[in-house]
T-cell receptor
Framework: DAKTTQPTSMDCAEGRAANLPCNHSTISGNEYVYWYRQIHSQGPQYIIHGLKNNETNEMASLIITEDRKSSTLILPHATLRDTAVYYC???????????FGPGTRLSVLP | DAGVTQSPTHLIKTRGQQVTLRCSPI?????VSWYQQVLGQGPQFIFQYYEKEERGRGNFPDRFSARQFPNYSSELNVNALLLGDSALYLCASSLMGLAGGFQETQYFGPGTRLLVL
């Protein structure tokens, strides 16, 4: 199963774009990249996922490099409520379950 | 539409006791997965059920068991509780589980926080 590497923590000023990087250099051709976030003591919240094309929804944008070895989650206008742990997950081709790493703790500062 | 619901929200047990946690998936979803999240770590996969059958199991001891009912709700049971079982237990639902393919999204409930004393 492909592993992901994310920075432990990041800060972002309120109103600015938050760009969260993720490395997944061993990703396979049919594996999707998923992003979830977890606000303190709540269940993880689905944000977005993609295979090879860039994706955008009402919450965020996902930029995947052409070689698929890395991706960036973009929150275009971060608010204080976006403070959370963000998990980048590569969907394993061997099974259905998600494998969560430690994620990136994003702090949005006023 | 209601999301994934879990009960109870909080639970306190003592070592050696048994606990049952409950999960109701999103309406129309047939697959339920259970995860354990110890403080400071990401969730760890325990079980997946689809159409009442176990379709996946993580690296957890046999003290952990689960089942899925005809209405697709699910229970997670933990026997002979240990202090290390203290965690947030998360349930996630999806439409079809593995049959849905690699792009099927799981939606998580709020979790049950279990404290073992």
């Amino acid at each position: 199963d492909a592993k992901t590497t994310q920075p432990t923590s990041m800060d972002c000023a309120e109103g600015r774009a938050a760009n969260l990087p993720c490395n997944h250099s061993t990703i396979s051709g049919n594996e999707y990249v998923y992003w979830y976030r977890q606000i303190h003591s709540q269940g993880p919240q689905y944000i977005i996922h993609g295979l090879k094309n860039n994706e955008t929804n009402e919450m965020a944008s996902l930029i995947i490099t052409e070689d698929r070895k890395s991706s960036t989650l973009i929150l275009p206008h971060a608010t204080l409520r976006d403070t959370a742990v963000y998990y980048c997950i590569v969907r394993p081709s061997s099974g259905q379950n998600f494998v969560f790493g430690p994620g990136t703790r994003l702090s949005v500062l006023p | 539409d209601a999301g994934v619901t879990q009960s109870p929200t909080h639970l306190i047990k003592t070592r050696g006791q048994q606990v049952t946690l409950r999960c109701s998936p999103i309406s129309g979803h047939k697959s339920v997965s259970w995860y354990q999240q110890v403080l400071g770590q990401g969730p760890q996969f325990i079980f997946q059920y689809y159409e009442k059958e176990e379709r996946g199991r993580g690296n957890f001891p046999d003290r952990f068991s689960a089942r899925q009912f005809p209405n697709y709700s699910s229970e997670l049971n933990v026997n002979a509780l240990l202090l290390g079982d203290s965690a947030l237990y998360l349930c996630a639902s999806s439409l079809m589980g593995l049959a849905g393919g690699f792009q099927e999204t799981q939606y998580f409930g709020p979790g049950t926080r279990l404290l073992v004393l």
